[in-house]
């Protein structure tokens, strides 16, 4: 009997994120799931700079949350794994919170921390934050 018919994976490119991808596309083979993989573009403050043109910078983590959806759809479809992409602007915890309540989620996996440099000796913050604001479902938390 399957447990998990949804799965949100919240992916950003990072080793542990791609850990986290092999665990989701198992699990929703096991479970014949659907992957709801979401990448957020965080905001970008651009109030010191003046000759800074955030269109240009945005478009580039566009086209960069393109491609890691792109990986995390082909692996997933080659286990024969239903996936569907997002690419969200906006705060991260908030919006895999909210793509997760959204989706009818069963439950959220993603990695234990993202691609900064002192994020790697605890667990990232946007992992925290989604383990403490989501209601609708549990987290899973990959390392």
């Known amino acids: 009997m399957a447990i998990y018919k949804k799965l949100v994976l919240a992916v950003d490119g990072s080793e542990v994120s791609k850990s986290a991808v092999q665990h989701a596309v198992k699990l929703a083979k096991q479970d014949s799931a659907t992957i709801v993989a979401i990448h957020v573009i965080p905001p970008i403050d651009v109030t010191d700079i003046e000759t800074f043109r955030p269109e240009m910078v945005l478009e580039s983590l566009k086209r960069e949350g393109e491609q890691i959806l792109a990986e995390v759809k082909e692996i997933a479809e080659k286990e024969g794994v239903q996936v569907q992409t997002r690419i969200e602007d906006g705060v991260p915890y908030e919006k895999i919170c909210e793509v997760a309540e959204e989706s ?6 993603m990695g234990s921390h993202g ?11 946007v992992t925290e934050r989604v383990i403490r604001k989501v209601k609708c479902c549990p987290v899973l938390v990959i390392k």
């Open 104 to 109: 009818d989620a069963d439950l959220i996996i």
């Open 115 to 125: 691609r900064s440099g002192i994020e790697k000796v605890f667990i990232g913050s």
